[in-house]
């Protein structure tokens, strides 16, 4: 007996298989996503706290109200408006168990779901599982900005969803007011509804600010928005997250996340509900992160790549298409093996693997790895054959 793949054309993700070259190469590792540095020990002594205070056992499937409770709270001090937190907001096991159980909610054998490329790998196996057909509409290179048109022509009467993301990974690209809007008015009076990966929510540089896309009055009501803990508090292996969403979307929402992990950890939970009163320890995140991104662009800078400052997330792109005209997965793998720092080749974010000879980095680690790292990144033109 054979057993017919459901999803053929997947294999193991760049992600995984650029942290074990690091790894194997002994590399300083700016390729996947994650910080190098702990957490606040604050938080860490509440989960130890409630670890062993006996808050051990299974959670309400929704999550705890007193994690519902702050985190509506939060959303209203940071985006102005208040989901219930009864029957708006639901805790799940990580954004990704969000984003699978948000397209598993709405989408249908043989609907086509807008996915805006470069995109995050997770989002075409949740279409594609679901039996709907990822329609890819690409970005503005350059900057990466959306171009709306392009997503307006690629609507048809079969568009279910759109896959939205901002702060965007891999380029960094922040939504503007303009981009708002123009969503809203393009998904009004359809029946399309938004997933909208907001895991940066907390990761925006120069004055920027996020704008959930659940704070407007048309998108509420169609849009699932999928937050990360594991992003904003350093912690990304505790794989926690929520879903904000309107009564009736996280009414079939939470059928879903009932049967995918049933209720998410829970003395992380309480942990978390106590940590997150004090805003400050949330509110100083982008200040946090823009003194990385500028002590990496101010290095950067001494490099031969090209690149603008990352708007943000905790991710770098960089161009070296005016050095070189090898591979961007050939160049991600030589820089691993023979510079020693690890990045992740942005090709691999684009449904037909488009090679725009530019790759990413990393930038959520200690001053002092990501001096050493663009150290190495001088020698660039010695691995450019
Ligand atoms: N979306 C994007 C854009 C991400 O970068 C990540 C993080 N790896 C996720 C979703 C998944 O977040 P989590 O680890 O909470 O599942
Ligand atoms: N989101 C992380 C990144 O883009 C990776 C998470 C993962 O390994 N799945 O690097």
């Known amino acids: 007996m054979t057993l017919v793949s459901k999803l053929?054309?997947?294999g193991t993700t760049i992600f995984t298989i650029m942290s074990k070259m690091a790894t194997d190469e002994g590399a300083i590792n700016l390729s996947q996503g994650f910080p190098g540095f702990g957490s606040d020990p604050v938080l860490l002594e509440m989960v130890a706290k409630y670890t062993k205070g006996g808050f051990n056992q299974y959670a309400?499937?929704?999550g705890i109200p007193a994690l519902k409770?702050?985190?509506?709270?939060?959303?209203?001090?940071?985006q102005g408006y208040f989901p219930n937190p009864e029957t708006e907001v639901t805790?799940?096991?990580?954004?990704?168990?969000?984003?699978?159980s948000a397209v598993t909610a709405v989408v249908r054998k043989g609907d086509e779901v807008l996915v805006l490329e470069p995109a995050y790998d997770s989002y075409e196996p949740a279409i594609t599982l679901n039996g709907g057909i990822p329609v890819y509409v690409s970005l503005n290179s350059g900057d990466f900005s959306v171009d709306w048109q392009k997503v307006k022509d690629a609507i048809s009467p079969k568009t279910r969803a759109i896959m939205v993301n901002s702060p965007h990974n891999p380029s960094g690209y922040v939504w503007t007011v303009e981009d708002v809007n123009q969503l809203a008015d393009l998904v009004e009076k359809t029946g399309i509804y938004v997933i909208s990966d907001e895991v940066y929510e907390h990761i925006t540089f120069d004055g920027r600010v996020h704008l959930s896309l659940g704070a407007h009055p048309v998108l509420r009501e169609k849009t699932f928005v999928c937050g990360s803990f594991g992003k904003t508090f350093h912690v990304t292996g505790w794989k926690?997250?929520?879903?904000?969403?309107?009564?009736?979307?996280?009414?079939?929402?939470?059928?879903?996340?009932?049967?995918v992990t049933f209720s998410t950890v829970t003395p992380i939970q309480y942990a978390l509900a106590e940590y997150l009163e004090v805003p400050e320890r949330y509110l100083s995140i982008p200040?946090?992160?823009?003194?990385?991104?500028?002590?990496?662009?101010?290095?950067?800078?001494?490099?031969?790549f090209e690149f603008t400052?990352?708007?943000?997330?905790?991710?770098?792109?960089?161009?070296y298409?005016?050095?070189?005209?090898?591979?961007?997965?050939?160049?991600?793998?030589?820089?691993?093996?023979e510079l020693k720092v690890a990045c992740i080749p942005i090709s691999v974010f684009y449904s037909d693997k488009k090679d725009d000879k530019i790759i990413r980095f990393c930038f959520a680690k200690e001053g002092v790895e990501l001096e050493q790292a663009l150290d190495r990144l001088k020698n660039l033109k010695k691995i450019l054959r």
Not at 243 to 252: F, K, P, V
């Open 8 to 10: 053929p054309h997947i």
């Open 60 to 62: 309400p499937m929704s």
């Open 69 to 78: 409770d702050i985190l509506a709270k939060k959303t209203g001090l940071t």
């Open 91 to 100: 805790i799940v096991s990580g954004a990704t168990e969000a984003i699978f």
């Open 240 to 259: 926690i997250g929520y879903c904000i969403a309107s009564e009736e979307l996280s009414s079939e929402f939470r059928k879903i996340h009932q049967y």
């Open 287 to 304: 200040d946090f992160y823009q003194k990385k991104r500028d002590l990496f662009v101010k290095g950067l800078a001494k490099t031969e």
């Open 309 to 319: 400052p990352s708007p943000g997330s905790f991710f770098q792109l960089v161009s």
């Open 321 to 337: 298409g005016h050095l070189s005209s090898v591979s961007d997965r050939l160049l991600a793998e030589r820089m691993t093996r």
